[in-house]
């Protein structure tokens, strides 16, 4: 009855419905990629705006985009160290920014209005896909790290304070990117169901004090993955003696 | 393609992993070129020219400042040693005229000693004369008188 009407309600959500582009022999989630343009166009008509004129004495969207830069930086060196940081930075800041302004595009842009043949618009982080291709990218970007900076040497990490380590530090490397890609998903993908529930349930006020908290988390799990990413980095490029 | 079956959907669900997933991979790392060579740079060239300029004028007030304490010191210790010379000058200047004084009231109290002496002596010699003279007018007097009485008789 009651049970049913909600579960059908719940269908209405739309779980796990894809809009399916195929090209060639390959399937491609369209509403992933499709915001995702549109966030990212947006971020980089921003950010093209704010430094298009760059002055010693920062206005407007300089300054934002200054105290952005100054922010992502901050993160970076404390993380990374002062060593290395600046090699490490774009990446860090660049999966900060797509985290972030994918995470708020998708709670704060009225997708649902724009009706797909199948699947729905939302957050691109809310889709696995995205998450596990960052968490690989990390993944990659410490490996390089290591061994770029350190060479053969990096493997030394595995054993560092005894060998008993090794089976662990093995398994880091496993449940690093596992980690980090199902806490960005789980949570985004969370903060949108329980929106959507709440939305169906009672439309009217009651969802927005979730809505303001989807945003917090949203917000916070971009300085998660960002941080994260870069004390992985760091982690792999210090030197222990 | 790895596909689970989620929340009853016909196709994908909640766990399609396809290729988006490499593309997507593909379009953050171009996504991090991007806003490398339109944001970081960039902003980093200007923020670190600007924290450039602030140290190095720091660097350059506190130079000054340590420069101006070194001065202040400087004239502190010329504003010193000027002050116990005038002290020292005065000083002398002090005892010069004490001793010129002394001498002056020196010279002064001989001078009158002298001349008082002088005057002492004259007086002494004035007296002798007049009661010399005096003496021998009363010696002429009474020679005068015993002619007078020796020539009545």
Same mark, same amino acid.
């Given at each position: 009855?009651?049970?049913?009407?909600?579960?059908?309600?719940?269908?209405?959500? +739309?779980? %796990?419905?894809?809009?399916?582009?195929?090209?060639?022999? *390959?399937? #491609?989630?369209?509403? &992933?990629? /499709?915001?995702?343009?549109?966030?990212?166009?947006?971020?980089?008509?921003?950010?093209?705006?704010?430094?298009?004129?760059?002055?010693?004495?920062?206005?407007?969207?300089?300054?934002?985009?200054?105290?952005?830069?100054?922010?992502?930086?901050?993160?970076?060196?404390?993380?990374?160290?002062?060593?290395?940081?600046?090699?490490?930075?774009?990446?860090?800041?660049?999966?900060?920014?797509?985290?972030?302004?994918?995470?708020?595009?998708?709670?704060?842009?009225?997708?649902?209005?724009?009706?797909?043949?199948?699947? +729905?618009? %939302?957050?691109?982080?809310?889709?696995?896909?995205?998450? *596990?291709? #960052?968490?690989?990218? &990390?993944? /990659?970007?410490?490996?390089?790290?290591?061994?770029?900076?350190?060479?053969?040497?990096?493997?030394?990490?595995?054993?560092?304070?005894?060998?008993?380590?090794?089976?662990?530090?093995?398994?880091?490397?496993?449940?690093?990117?596992?980690?980090?890609?199902?806490?960005?998903?789980?949570?985004?993908?969370?903060?949108?169901?329980?929106?959507?529930?709440?939305?169906?349930?009672?439309?009217?006020?009651?969802?927005?004090?979730?809505?303001?908290?989807?945003?917090?988390?949203?917000?916070?799990?971009?300085?998660?993955?960002?941080?994260?990413?870069?004390?992985?980095?760091?982690?792999?490029?210090?030197?222990?003696? | 393609?790895?596909?689970?079956?989620?929340?009853?959907?016909?196709?994908?669900?909640?766990?399609?992993?396809?290729?988006?997933?490499?593309?997507?991979?593909?379009?953050?790392?171009?996504?991090?070129?991007?806003?490398?060579?339109?944001?970081?740079?960039?902003?980093?060239?200007?923020?670190?020219?600007?924290?450039?300029?602030?140290?190095?004028?720091?660097?350059?007030?506190?130079?000054?400042?340590?420069?101006?304490?070194?001065?202040?010191?400087?004239?502190?210790?010329?504003?010193?040693?000027?002050?116990?010379?005038?002290?020292?000058?005065?000083?002398?200047?002090?005892?010069?005229?004490?001793?010129?004084?002394?001498?002056?009231?020196?010279?002064?109290?001989?001078?009158?000693?002298?001349?008082?002496?002088?005057?002492?002596?004259?007086?002494?010699?004035?007296?002798?004369?007049?009661?010399?003279?005096?003496?021998?007018?009363?010696?002429?007097?009474?020679?005068?008188?015993?002619?007078?009485?020796?020539?009545?008789?």
């Amino acid at each position: 009855m009651f049970f049913n009407s909600l579960l059908t309600n719940f269908a209405a959500l +739309e779980v %796990g419905q894809h809009l399916y582009w195929q090209i060639g022999n *390959i399937r #491609l989630h369209g509403q &992933v990629f /499709l915001t995702s343009w549109i966030l990212l166009g947006a971020l980089l008509v921003f950010i093209s705006l704010g430094t298009k004129k760059m002055e010693n004495d920062p206005k407007g969207l300089q300054n934002l985009l200054e105290f952005l830069w100054d922010y992502i930086r901050d993160l970076a060196r404390t993380q990374i160290g002062e060593k290395v940081y600046r090699d490490w930075m774009p990446f860090i800041g660049t999966l900060f920014l797509f985290v972030f302004v994918s995470n708020w595009g998708g709670a704060l842009i009225p997708w649902r209005l724009i009706k797909l043949p199948s699947g +729905e618009l %939302g957050a691109p982080t809310a889709d696995i896909n995205t998450t *596990i291709a #960052l968490a690989l990218l &990390v993944s /990659l970007s410490y490996f390089y790290a290591g061994l770029s900076n350190k060479g053969w040497r990096y493997f030394e990490y595995y054993v560092h304070p005894t060998p008993i380590m090794l089976p662990f530090k093995i398994l880091e490397d496993f449940t690093k990117p596992l980690s980090l890609s199902f806490r960005l998903f789980g949570n985004i993908l969370a903060d949108e169901l329980v929106v959507g529930v709440l939305v169906f349930l009672v439309p009217l006020i009651l969802p927005i004090p979730v809505m303001f908290l989807g945003l917090f988390t949203s917000a916070i799990q971009a300085l998660i993955f960002a941080t994260l990413a870069a004390y992985y980095i760091g982690e792999a490029v210090e030197e222990h003696h | 393609m790895l596909a689970f079956n989620f929340f009853g959907a016909t196709e994908g669900g909640l766990f399609d992993i396809n290729a988006t997933l490499p593309l997507m991979a593909i379009q953050v790392v171009a996504l991090t070129y991007i806003l490398n060579s339109l944001f970081f740079k960039p902003v980093g060239t200007v923020v670190e020219k600007r924290e450039k300029f602030v140290s190095n004028n720091i660097i350059e007030a506190k130079n000054k400042l340590s420069e101006v304490k070194k001065l202040e010191a400087d004239l502190l210790t010329q504003l010193q040693s000027a002050r116990t010379e005038a002290q020292r000058i005065v000083s002398e200047a002090e005892n010069e005229s004490d001793k010129l004084y002394k001498e002056a009231l020196e010279l002064a109290n001989n001078e009158a000693n002298a001349s008082k002496e002088k005057a002492r002596l004259e007086i002494e010699s004035q007296t002798s004369a007049a009661r010399d003279q005096l003496s021998k007018q009363a010696d002429d007097l009474s020679e005068l008188i015993v002619n007078r009485l020796i020539l009545e008789k």
